[in-house]
């Protein structure tokens, strides 16, 4: 189980690299593969993301948690329609995902240290 966000962090890259890698191959198709372990990584760090949040009672955990299945949606969209304009909005999502509703939990973590 995760404990750290710096933890988090290094899954976040982790999902940032195989964002940019799907990205790059994607040019009107993608790699079902690819995209089957992005899903299982990204569901696993959502996992792990909510523990902690659980652990360090987050007081956004259930916007946060909502945030998470609306991503999760687009996976379920792309194993039937696997266009690239799909991946895109999967790829954007993500990212932005990342850069806010993460972003304000590193925030909510530096002030609050000894949650």
């Known amino acids: ?16 690299t195989q964002l940019n890698n799907l990205q790059k191959t994607s040019n009107g198709t993608f790699d079902q593969i690819e995209l089957s372990q992005l ?9 792990h993301e909510e523990e902690l949040m659980k652990d360090l009672d987050y007081p956004f955990l259930c916007a946060h ?36 509703y ?3 939990f590193d925030e909510y973590c530096r002030v609050n240290p000894d949650s």
């Open 1 to 16: 189980m995760i404990r750290t966000f710096a933890e988090l962090t290094r899954e976040h890259e982790a999902v940032i």
């Open 39 to 47: 899903q299982v990584d990204f569901k696993n760090h959502c996992i």
């Open 65 to 100: 948690v909502l945030a998470h299945t609306i991503v999760s949606k687009f996976f379920i969209r792309l194993s039937h329609d696997s266009g690239p304009y799909l991946v895109s909005n999967l790829i954007a999502d993500i990212m932005n995902h990342i850069n806010t």
């Open 102 to 104: 993460d972003k304000q």
